[in-house]
């Protein structure tokens, strides 16, 4: 009995811990999304002049 309650105690620190892995990601996703969206648009809009004419190549 004392072996089936220490797997019942793992079980339910196991489902805690990832309840609060969820809801971590379900509070900061918005924040990361606008993050990498905002480093996306950033690398899009570089400019690359590799024959130094002044114009993007």
Request: hydrophobic share 45%; proline share 2%.
């Amino acid at each position: 009995m004392k072996e089936a309650t220490g797997e019942m105690n793992m079980t339910v620190v196991t489902i805690i811990a990832i309840g609060a892995i969820i809801a971590f990601f379900w509070f900061m996703w918005p924040q990361i999304q606008e993050v990498i969206t905002n480093q996306w648009g950033e690398i899009g809009q570089t400019c690359v002049d590799n024959d130094g004419d002044g114009n993007c190549d």
